[in-house]
């Protein structure tokens, strides 16, 4: 075997670190296991060194280093735990259809994560095209909300609070989540993958107190729910809604509802971009359903917000209007200090936004253009959110007639948003421009709007 192009092995970094092995003690345990064998193996810290800065040993030195760092940490280690994996894309068959089971075991669904991670970091094709299966929505929803509940011994009834791996995760969750809100999921995926992968993953499989084990289940579904956005918001469908399934189970392990509850919302949002509007609200009502009495107001208007969204998609008027005087009702009364970290970002201007998504696609104009402009705050509203708000104001002044605005707003969205790598903001600007050559073909500022857009995204094709 050759070296991987000398990426860092971070996996076996980190497997190391867990078992509390220096370089000098990972050589002399091989060499002690392997004494008075056929072949013994021979190492020197240099050699481990070399492994660490992205080295590949010949066989049969990965099989023993898995070996000696599973009998230290009394558990199996396999080659993909330590960066040594032999890549086999018929298992991609498994994954592809246990990804969107709902799994009876916690450590299952790690796994799943984990090797999900693995195929998506390396484009492994049969899983990045992966579809969304609308047919998967019964048994996941049912999945979660009747599996069994999870033992906790009654001395640890509540959950603890501190744990230094936890909250090492949720902040570094949380930086990863502003640069999606500011970049788009195509800047950060790549990097967050590899932090779940060596980094999550390592804890997940360790052994922790019960109370903290929650915490560390807790931190790690709010990665996986990143995972999901990411992938989504980049156009891998499959992927993202494969995270937010295996997320769903970190969540249950975590005894955290209102997690597991956010994964459904995710899903709820994803389903109704696709065009499968009934999964849409059926996972934004499963949402509500397994929160019941333990939400807080932020939290339900959230999910309250994306029913609403989706039973606008389906032309629903009276549906989408009880689900939105609802959600503004439920946040009028919201304390904010009551709300976990996550849902921060749920602001005024964020319903506002969700209102005006709703009214764009019921074809209230009136009502659209009122809601955008609630939607941004000047000083604080992030560059993409504010990118695609105007997008959807753009199309409300293109419906009612007034082209000169619709292209002035669409043109400083595309302005706006420079860089911003995001499969769902392009189609918001494709299905624009499709709209406006539409409405006015020969216009010149319809042609004017065509040659901004291929400037700024080259890569779009012309008839675009």
Not at 42 to 70: S, T
Not at 178 to 191: A, L, V
Not at 201 to 208: A, E, I
Not at 222 to 227: G, P, S
């Amino acid at each position: 075997m050759g070296d991987t192009g000398r990426q860092p092995n971070r996996r076996l970094a980190a497997v190391m670190d867990e078992a509390g092995v220096s370089n000098k003690g990972l050589a002399r345990r091989m060499m002690d296991a392997t004494a008075g064998t056929p072949e013994p193996v021979r190492a020197d810290h240099n050699d481990v060194r070399k492994w660490l800065d992205g080295m590949v040993p010949r066989a049969p030195k990965p099989q023993v280093i898995a070996e000696v760092l599973g009998r230290k940490l009394g558990r199996r280690i396999g080659l993909d735990d330590i960066g040594f994996e032999q890549i086999d894309p018929s298992g991609d068959d498994s994954l592809v259809t246990e990804g969107l089971a709902y799994q009876a075991e916690s450590a299952r669904a790690v796994d799943l994560l984990r090797q999900l991670t693995d195929a998506d970091q390396m484009d492994r094709q049969q899983v990045v095209e992966a579809t969304w299966r609308p047919d998967a929505a019964p048994q996941i929803i049912t999945g979660y909300m009747f599996a069994a509940p999870v033992l906790i011994d009654p001395q640890f009834d509540e959950p603890l609070r501190g744990s230094t791996a936890a909250a090492r995760i949720r902040k570094t969750a949380g930086n990863f989540m502003e640069m999606d809100f500011e970049f788009g999921g195509g800047h950060t995926r790549r990097m967050l993958i590899e932090y779940f992968r060596d980094q999550v993953v390592p804890l997940l499989r360790r052994h922790h107190p019960e109370p903290i084990r929650r915490e560390v289940f807790g931190a790690a579904a709010e990665v996986a729910q990143l995972l999901g956005w990411t992938a989504y918001d980049v156009g891998r469908h499959g992927v993202a809604m494969r995270y937010f399934t295996q997320g769903l189970r970190l969540a249950r392990e975590a005894e955290d509802d209102m997690l597991g509850a956010r994964m459904f919302s995710s899903l709820s949002h994803q389903a109704n971009y696709l065009g499968r509007f009934t999964d849409a609200v059926n996972y934004a009502r499963a949402a509500q359903s397994a929160t019941i009495g333990r939400a807080t107001s932020t939290v339900s208007a959230m999910f309250l917000a994306h029913e609403a969204r989706a039973l606008a998609s389906l032309g629903d008027k009276s549906g989408t209007g009880r689900a939105l005087s609802q959600a503004e009702k439920l946040f009028g009364t919201r304390d904010p200090d009551q709300d976990p970290e996550w849902v921060k970002y749920f602001d005024a201007f964020e319903l506002a936004g969700e209102a005006s998504h709703c009214f764009r696609d019921l074809g209230d104009w009136r009502q659209t253009k009122v809601f955008t402009e609630q939607a941004i705050d000047p000083a604080s509203t992030p560059p993409r959110t504010r990118a695609f708000i105007q997008m959807v104001s753009a199309a409300g002044s293109l419906s009612s007639g007034d082209l000169e605005e619709a292209v002035t707003l669409a043109s400083h969205a595309v302005e706006l948003a420079d860089g911003l790598q995001s499969a769902r903001y392009i189609r918001y600007l494709t299905d624009f421009h499709g709209a406006l050559a539409k409405a006015a073909p020969e216009h010149q500022l319809a042609h004017g709007f065509g040659e901004l857009l291929h400037r700024q995204y080259p890569a779009l094709k012309r008839s675009v």
